[in-house]
């Protein structure tokens, strides 16, 4: 519902776009970091803990945890009044992420791979490190072209480490590029 939602948004906002772009866009969009942002701005996490315990309050603070809180909340209101009824408040809710993605957000793993591609070169991703208890860890990646470390990057999931190990990776390959 989320998907179809943001995807007919985006159609009828953006015709001229390519489906690689619309895709990349409502990909982002509908993720899991976006769902989290939105449930913070909707203060889901907060309607949870509520004065609940410590643990309660230590959920209502993950990604993962607000992310499936607003899930589960569109599902609800789905059922309860249909997909005509609820449509543009969703779209309405996801609004300051349709923005991002349009004029913030690069995915810097497809554009490292985009660009390899073009040379006939690929590229791979490893876990480095993985630090912290389980509600908070921080990843390192690495990513690895020709059997060598390009770029390295760390995040709080696995994805957030590699994205940051592709741009590094992407500003390697511009400096040791031949003029």
Known sequence: MLELAIARALFDRFPDFTEGRMAKVRSHVV???SCAVVSR??????????????DADRLSQNRNVLAALLEAALAALYLEHGFEAIEAAVVQAFETRIEYALNTFVDHKTELQEQLARTGRSVSYTTLKVEGPPHDRSFTAAAI???EV???????SKKDAEQTAAKEALLTIAVTAPS
Do not use: C, F
């Open 31 to 33: 993720s899991r970091a």
């Open 41 to 54: 701005e909707l203060q889901l996490g907060e309607r949870l803990a509520g004065e609940g315990t410590q």
């Open 145 to 147: 072209i020709d059997a």
């Open 150 to 156: 390009l770029g390295t990057g760390t995040g709080r």
